[in-house]
């Protein structure tokens, strides 16, 4: 039978060795670039985490954030004694009983800011006109404060902020925390060890949502 019979009445075969040939073609391609990959990524794990310069100058290069209509920011409200224990507020045009989105941000536990536009501004477009507050909260970094700390920096911060809310037109039980990366890595310790939040004065939160698709052995990269 010539190939184009054989394609006529099997066509299930013609697809199966298609298939085939392009996982054989897939393989092939990884054979070839994981080399390369695993010397990119040469180094042990501590090592691949430490930033690069230019890495350094993007993170710290941050657009300003813009507000919606009518919303407004209580900048620089101090929860401890250190220039790095400070939070913004950001209020919407008009709060009452208003969930708290109580926004941590990243940077590899030694770099980041609360103002970071890159990862604060589609919270703000998005949560400020349906009427949510957010909060955005500095920490102690890195090498000074070690990430258990900057944990408990992060509870209290938010004790604070559940106590203060409801002069700002939050409702103190109506908590969201939200942490991007390293912020991700410390809003979970707090889920997952609500007594390190409690020790701090924290009441209980709705939720916990940590945007990070980095690495997920964190004992092993902060040796």
């Known amino acids: 039978m010539t190939p184009g019979a054989l394609a006529k009445h099997s066509p299930g075969m013609v697809m199966t060795c298609d298939r085939r040939v392009a996982v054989r073609l897939l393989l092939l391609i990884s054979l070839i670039l994981l080399p ?8 042990s794990p501590h090592e691949r985490l430490l930033p690069r310069k230019g890495d350094i100058e993007i993170a710290d290069w941050q657009p300003a954030v813009t507000l919606p209509a009518g919303s407004r920011v209580v900048r620089d409200v101090a929860y401890g004694n250190d220039p790095r224990q400070r939070f913004d507020v950001y209020l919407p ?33 998005r949560w400020l006109p349906r009427g949510f507050i957010v909060i955005s909260t500095n920490y102690r970094l890195r090498p000074d404060t070690a990430p258990l700390q900057q944990a408990r920096d992060v509870a209290r911060a938010l004790a604070l902020a559940q106590r203060k809310a409801p002069g700002w037109g939050g409702d103190p039980n109506g908590f969201i925390l939200v942490g991007h990366s390293a912020g991700a890595h410390l809003v979970a310790l707090l889920a997952a060890e609500p007594a390190l939040a409690r020790a701090q004065g924290a009441q209980p939160w709705l939720g916990t949502i940590a945007l990070d698709s980095a690495e997920i052995d964190l004992v092993q990269i902060m040796r």
Do not use: C, E, Y
């Not at 390369?36 to 180094?43: I, K």
């Not at 989105?101 to 703000?124: C, E, P, S, T």
């Open 36 to 43: 390369l990959f695993a010397q990119a990524q040469s180094g």
């Open 93 to 125: 045009a008009h709060a009452i009983d208003a969930p708290v989105i109580f926004m941590v941000h990243g940077g590899g536990w030694r770099r980041g800011d609360k103002g970071a536009g890159g990862v604060l501004q589609n919270k703000l477009d």
